[in-house]
């Protein structure tokens, strides 16, 4: 089990999780992050901090945003188990769901 970044953090951004992950397993992409469903160790310490609230735990991502799982764990199908993301660093991509759409407006 893992957790899931969800279109609320489309093109924010905040990195508020980053800074709270203890396993370094929230990933940069060109428009959101993603969370490693490999290396997060469902301690829920990104949850509470985002301040878009994007975070759920998988079994309750809402119906909306239900493909979002499938964004977050195929985002990694190019880059395997890279050991965290701050040896990474950023991404100039993103899954094929979050390429496609429109710039998000912030309200």
Same mark, same amino acid.
């Given at each position: 089990?893992?957790?899931?970044?969800?279109?609320?953090?489309?093109?924010?951004?905040?990195?508020?999780?980053?800074? !709270?992950?203890?396993? *370094?397993?929230?990933?940069? #992409?060109?428009?959101?992050?993603?969370?490693?469903?490999?290396?997060?160790? +469902?301690? #829920?310490?990104? !949850?509470?901090?985002?301040?878009? !609230? =994007?975070?759920?735990?998988?079994?309750?991502?809402?119906?909306?945003?239900? !493909?979002?799982?499938?964004?977050?764990?195929?985002?990694? *199908?190019?880059? #395997?188990?890279?050991?965290? =993301?701050?040896?990474?660093?950023?991404?100039?991509? +993103?899954?094929?769901?979050? =390429? =496609?759409?429109?710039?998000?407006?912030?309200?």
């Amino acid at each position: 089990m893992t957790y899931i970044i969800a279109q609320p953090c489309v093109d924010v951004k905040d990195r508020a999780c980053v800074d !709270e992950c203890p396993v *370094d397993c929230i990933y940069e #992409g060109d428009r959101m992050l993603y969370i490693h469903p490999e290396e997060c160790v +469902d301690c #829920g310490a990104c !949850e509470p901090v985002c301040p878009v !609230e =994007a975070i759920f735990y998988e079994d309750d991502v809402p119906q909306e945003w239900a !493909e979002y799982y499938d964004a977050n764990v195929h985002f990694f *199908d190019a880059l #395997g188990m890279p050991g965290g =993301a701050a040896k990474l660093g950023p991404q100039k991509m +993103d899954h094929p769901l979050i =390429a =496609a759409l429109p710039p998000q407006n912030q309200a």
